[in-house]
Nanobody, 130 residues
Framework: QVQLVESGGGSAQAGGSQRLSCAASGYAYNTYCMGWFRQAPGKGREGVASIDNDGTTAYADSVKGRFTISQDNAKNTLYLQMNSLKPEDTAMYYC????????????????????????RGQGTQVTVSS
């Protein structure tokens, strides 16, 4: 059974940093692609970043240059390092995973595909104050 558990959210000041983690279990980690999406109150979901199992990454324009997605295969853990946080980064952040190669490759071109991934965590709240 695939499980994804996010941690690391909380409150931060604008300009600050946070690192989110997503611990994965129940599958062969490096056969999957993973990503982060977020949802702010009253808004739709937004793909934030994706990473394929060959290390290829993609970022939303809104976070490019500020956020970094990475993974530690030895720890079966996905990370999202968030720097220069802005109030508009306030949202619930979810990690997601899938093994379908077609979706994995598509997500590098179109981050909305992350929302179609089969597996997701329960989310972790990030609140950025000005």
């Amino acid at each position: 059974q695939v499980q994804l558990v996010e941690s690391g959210g909380g409150s931060a000041q604008a300009g600050g940093s946070q690192r989110l983690s997503c611990a994965a279990s129940g599958y062969a980690y490096n056969t999957y692609c993973m990503g982060w999406f977020r949802q702010a109150p009253g808004k739709g979901r937004e793909g934030v970043a994706s990473i394929d199992n060959d290390g290829t990454t993609a970022y939303a324009d809104s976070v490019k240059g500020r956020f970094t997605i990475s993974q530690d295969n030895a720890k079966n853990t996905l990370y999202l390092q968030m720097n220069s946080l802005k109030p508009e980064d306030t949202a619930m952040y979810y990690c997601a995973a899938d093994f379908r190669r077609s979706l994995c490759k598509a997500a590098i071109q179109d981050l909305t595909v992350i929302e179609l991934y089969n597996y997701r965590g329960q989310g972790t709240q990030v609140t950025v104050s000005s």
